[in-house]
């Protein structure tokens, strides 16, 4: 009986692995008007407060189309920033969030910090994440999750090239497609993403603008999607 029990644990587990995959969407800040209307008009960022938001919803009805109606989504949020867009405005957007997350038979996942974000990331079962996507401010060297938010045009909060040998490679699907719509990613980490997972991140070459996003596109890259 214990060989047949081990026997059937073992395919049991089997199934699980190959029939269990997440999606997971990531959601940086918005940065604070008090600190953008100081900046000449061409350098200013998020006028529109939920520009990433909206990408994320975007990007959760192409998954549906590609997936299915049912497929499980993990929508990772750095609810500080919407904390702080949401008190300069008078708004209650974690709340507005967390009702589109219900609308969207989404689990919603708010993360405070970078090793918040990564605990969180690396509690994903063993091969489950088949997508990946980042929107957000981000560099050549990290996605940002904070950006003129606490000081002006600059993050307090980040995940850095440095940062991703600490998160577990075994949490992605052999075939996981990974992407960062962020500015510049492709630059740079993209190349340390794949030494580190083994997984390939498509990232921008140069700028990303996200107004396309009001019209119900996805953000547009001024340069190219590299791998």
Not at 32 to 48: A, S
Request: with cysteine; aromatic share 14%; charged share 20%.
């Amino acid at each position: 009986m214990s060989g047949r029990f081990r026997v059937l644990a073992f395919v049991f587990l089997l199934f699980s692995h190959f029939c269990h995959a997440d999606h997971v969407i990531v959601t940086g800040g918005p940065a604070l008007r008090k600190w953008e209307n100081l900046r000449v008009p061409q350098d200013q960022h998020d006028r529109w407060w939920a520009n990433f938001v909206r990408a994320g919803t975007l990007r959760m009805e192409e998954i549906r189309k590609a997936y299915g109606p049912s497929a499980p989504i993990v929508w990772m949020v750095f609810q500080p920033g919407y904390q702080a867009r949401g008190r300069e405005d008078g708004k209650p957007y974690t709340t507005w969030i967390s009702e589109v997350a219900a609308k969207n038979r989404v689990s919603l996942v708010w993360f405070s910090s970078t090793g918040n974000f990564i605990s969180t990331l690396n509690s994903r079962p063993r091969g489950s994440i088949k997508t990946f996507d980042f929107f957000g401010h981000s560099n050549r060297y990290a996605f940002m999750f904070d950006y003129g938010s606490d000081v002006m045009a600059a993050s307090t909060a980040w995940l850095h090239e440095r940062d991703l040998p600490r998160i577990k490679s075994s949490i992605f699907a052999s075939n996981a497609y990974c992407k960062s719509w962020g500015c510049h990613t492709g630059e740079s980490m993209s190349a340390v993403w794949k030494r580190s997972t083994g997984i390939a991140l498509e990232g921008a070459r140069g700028p990303t603008t996200y107004i396309p996003v009001g019209r119900g596109e996805m953000p547009k890259v001024n340069g190219g999607w590299v791998r």
